[in-house]
C-alpha cells in the first residue's frame, strides 16, 4: 500500500503517512468530517495513492452521497486496477441501488484483472439472488464452491437459492453443512427453520427458528416465522411473545398484525385483536394499492420500451404522460422524454430533460450519457466531454469511450483517441464496428501495422458471425 508514497514529490513520505493514519483512525471512529478533512490533505499530498480513494468513497457512501462514491471508487480501481476490495465495495454498492447490471459489470472486470478469483464468484450469487434470478444465482454459487468447497457462506446461500427453486432435499443438506462449519450462523438456521416449516416439520423447524432469534435478534422476520410455528404446536404464550416481537421490530408489517390478531381472538381478547385487524386491514388496503401503482408503473415502462422499439413514438409519449400522472417525479420517465427529444434533434429540450432525471438520481450512468451527447450534438464538445467522462467515472460504457476518441480527434489529439478506442474495444472485443473503428484511428494515429492487425480482426469476427 505504501509504494505509492515515492510519487508525493518532494514531500517527505512521513507527512503523508502521518495525514493519512490520521484520516484512518477518523474513518474507524466514523469521525467523518475529520476523516474527509484528513483524506483531502493526503490526497493533495499523493494524488495517485488508491487507497486516499478508496477511503473517500467510503465516506461518501455513509453520508449517501453515491455519485461521488461511485467515482473514487472508480477512481482507485483505475489506480490500482489488481486490487479485489475497490471492485467488491463498488460492486456491493451497485447492488444496494439496485443496479444490478452495473455491479455485474464490475465483478466481470475484476475477473478480466484477476482470473478465478473466488470472491467474484460469490457476490456474482448474491447480486443475481438480489435480482431474483435463482438459475444464474446457482450457476454462480456453485462455481464458488468448486473453488471454496468449505465455505459456510457459501453453502447456505446456495441453499437458499435451491429452496427458491424447490430443490428441498440438496437444499437442506447444504444449510446443514454450512452449521456444521458455523453453528452460529443465523442465515442458515433461519433457512433451514423455514424450509422445515414449509413442509410441516415444526418439531425440526422450531429449534432453527428459536438460535435464529438468538443470532438475529433484529430481524422481525425470524420473530414472525417462530411465532407461526409456536401457534401451530398451540405454545400460545410463546408465539404471542414471538410475533409481539416481530411487532416491535417492525410495526407495520402486516403478516405479523394478522398473526397476531388471529391468536388474540383465539383467546378471547376481542378488542386488542380488533385493533391488530384493523391495523392489518389499513396496511394491506394501503399496499395493495401500492402495489397496483408499481404494478402499472413498470407495466407502462415495458409498454414504453416496446413502442420505443417500434418507433411508435407518439403512443410512447402517452404512455409517459400517465406514468408522469401516476409519479410526477418519475425520473426514468423524465429521462425517456429526453430520449424521444433527442431522436427528435430537439437536443435542448432533451438535454434539460436529461439534467432533470440526473437531479433526481445522479448516479445513473445513462443519464449522463444523454447528457453528454446532447452537449456533443449541440457542438459544446468541452461540456461533452467532462459529461463523457462522468458517465465513465459512474460505469465503464464503450458508447463513452467511442464519443471520447472522437472528440479527442477532432481536437487533434489522436493519442487520446486511439486509447479512448483501445478502452470500448477491451469493453466489447467481439465487436467488429469498434474494431474497424479503432483501425481507422490508429491509421490516422500513423500506426499502419495496428491498423492492419484490428481490420484483420474485424474481418475475421464479422464472418465468425456470418452463417455458412
Request: aromatic letters at 6%.
Amino acid at each position: 500500500m505504501w509504494l505509492a508514497l515515492a510519487q508525493a514529490g518532494t514531500q517527505p513520505a512521513s507527512d503523508f503517512r502521518a495525514v493519512f493514519e490520521r484520516g484512518v483512525a477518523a474513518l474507524a471512529a466514523q469521525q467523518f468530517d475529520a476523516a474527509e478533512q484528513a483524506f483531502l490533505e493526503a490526497r493533495s499530498l499523493n494524488p495517485r495513492h488508491a487507497f486516499v480513494h478508496f477511503h473517500l468513497a467510503q465516506i461518501h457512501q455513509a453520508r449517501q452521497q453515491f455519485e461521488p462514491a461511485i467515482a473514487q471508487f472508480r477512481q482507485a480501481i483505475a489506480l490500482e486496477p489488481g486490487e479485489p476490495q475497490f471492485y467488491f465495495r463498488l460492486a456491493l454498492l451497485q447492488a444496494q441501488l439496485q443496479r444490478f447490471h452495473d455491479a455485474r459489470q464490475v465483478l466481470e472486470e475484476l475477473l478480466r484483472v484477476r482470473p478465478g478469483l473466488p470472491g467474484a464468484y460469490l457476490l456474482l450469487g448474491r447480486v443475481a439472488q438480489e435480482e431474483g434470478d435463482h438459475e444464474q444465482a446457482e450457476r454462480h454459487l456453485r462455481r464458488y464452491l468448486r473453488l471454496r468447497p468449505d465455505d459456510a457462506d457459501g453453502l447456505w446461500r446456495l441453499g437458499v437459492t435451491l429452496v427458491a427453486r424447490d430443490n428441498y432435499k440438496e437444499a437442506e443438506s447444504l444449510l446443514q453443512s454450512a452449521l456444521r462449519k458455523d453453528a452460529k450462523l443465523g442465515p442458515a438456521h433461519y433457512n433451514l427453520g423455514v424450509l422445515y416449516s414449509r413442509r410441516g416439520e415444526e418439531a425440526k423447524a422450531r429449534p432453527h427458528l428459536e438460535s435464529a432469534t438468538r443470532l438475529m435478534p433484529d430481524n422481525a422476520q425470524t420473530f414472525y416465522q417462530l411465532g407461526v410455528v409456536l401457534q401451530r404446536v398451540e405454545d400460545s404464550v410463546g408465539a404471542e411473545a414471538a410475533l409481539r416481537q416481530a411487532l416491535a421490530l417492525a410495526p407495520r408489517d402486516a403478516a405479523s398484525l394478522y398473526a397476531l390478531g388471529n391468536l388474540l381472538r383465539r383467546s378471547g381478547r376481542e378488542e386488542e385483536a380488533a385493533s391488530h385487524m384493523a391495523e392489518y386491514e389499513r396496511l394491506s388496503a394501503a399496499l395493495l394499492e401500492d402495489r397496483e401503482r408499481t404494478k402499472r408503473l413498470g407495466s407502462f415502462h415495458l409498454e414504453v420500451n416496446e413502442l420505443l422499439e417500434q418507433d411508435r413514438v407518439i403512443e410512447a409519449e402517452v404512455k409517459l404522460a400517465e406514468i408522469l400522472a401516476l409519479d410526477p417525479v418519475n425520473d426514468l420517465a423524465t429521462y425517456r422524454e429526453g430520449q424521444i427529444a433527442f431522436l427528435r434533434q430537439d437536443y435542448v429540450p432533451a438535454l434539460e430533460k436529461a439534467r432533470r432525471a440526473i437531479r433526481r438520481k445522479g448516479f445513473e450512468p445513462g443519464y449522463h450519457l444523454l447528457e453528454a451527447m446532447c452537449l456533443e450534438r449541440l457542438g459544446q464538445d468541452e461540456q461533452a466531454a467532462q459529461a463523457y467522462e462522468r458517465v465513465l467515472r459512474l460505469a465503464e460504457y464503450a458508447d463513452a469511450h467511442v464519443a471520447l476518441a472522437g472528440i479527442a480527434g477532432r481536437r487533434g489529439n489522436l493519442a487520446q483517441a486511439v486509447e479512448h478506442m483501445k478502452s470500448a474495444v477491451a469493453l466489447e472485443p467481439r465487436n467488429p464496428d469498434l474494431r474497424t473503428a479503432l483501425a481507422e484511428v490508429l491509421a490516422q494515429a500513423g500506426d499502419l501495422a495496428g491498423s492492419r492487425r484490428e481490420r484483420a480482426r474485424a474481418r475475421a469476427l464479422r464472418n465468425a458471425s456470418t452463417p455458412r
